[in-house]
């Protein structure tokens, strides 16, 4: 049986009173709705971008330039929303209007923490402990292949 198609949701011209993006219904996102007393608690607000400042999006373009996922970015800023805890402090931002500004020493000791932390958790991946039930599963495939 074929599965009815579903048409998508169409933008009804309304926006979110609290990020701006564009809704399907109401006035305010479900991300912002599950944020609401916790938006932008590990951020700073400011009138003015700060100098030298550079903007979020342009951060994560050079993020994947250099091999690092714009996830891993948002996450060492405090996640969607700056709700969650900051990653070090250089990765705090600062939200002036709806843009969010990242300070540019991210560039440089950010990415290189990032891709540090990247590689550790790749290591620790790889060089998982040995149990003895590992040990003695991992001897029984290789009887039972031959």
Same mark, same amino acid.
């Given at each position: 049986m074929v599965s009815p198609v579903t048409t998508p949701k169409k933008y009804d011209g309304n926006r979110c009173?609290?990020?701006?993006?564009?809704?399907?219904?109401? *006035?305010?996102?479900?991300?912002?709705?599950?944020? *609401?007393?916790?938006?932008?608690?590990n951020a700073d607000v400011g009138e003015a971008v700060? *100098?030298?400042w550079i903007k979020m999006s342009e951060v994560c373009r050079k993020a994947n330039d250099a091999g690092i996922t714009t996830s891993a970015l948002v996450n060492a800023a405090g996640g969607d929303a700056a709700v969650k805890p900051l990653l070090d402090p250089m990765f705090k931002v600062v939200y002036?209007?709806?843009?969010?500004?990242?300070?540019?020493?991210?560039?440089?000791?950010?990415?290189?923490l990032l891709k540090a932390r990247?590689? *550790?958790?790749t290591e620790k991946k790889t060089s998982a402990p040995v149990t003895?039930?590992?040990?003695?599963?991992?001897?029984l495939?290789?009887?039972?292949k031959k």
């Amino acid at each position: 049986m074929v599965s009815p198609v579903t048409t998508p949701k169409k933008y009804d011209g309304n926006r979110c009173k609290t990020c701006g993006k564009p809704l399907t219904h109401g *006035e305010q996102g479900d991300t912002c709705k599950a944020h *609401e007393g916790k938006l932008r608690q590990n951020a700073d607000v400011g009138e003015a971008v700060p *100098e030298g400042w550079i903007k979020m999006s342009e951060v994560c373009r050079k993020a994947n330039d250099a091999g690092i996922t714009t996830s891993a970015l948002v996450n060492a800023a405090g996640g969607d929303a700056a709700v969650k805890p900051l990653l070090d402090p250089m990765f705090k931002v600062v939200y002036v209007g709806r843009n969010k500004y990242m300070n540019p020493d991210v560039i440089t000791k950010g990415f290189q923490l990032l891709k540090a932390r990247t590689l *550790e958790k790749t290591e620790k991946k790889t060089s998982a402990p040995v149990t003895e039930a590992s040990a003695i599963s991992t001897a029984l495939h290789e009887v039972v292949k031959k």
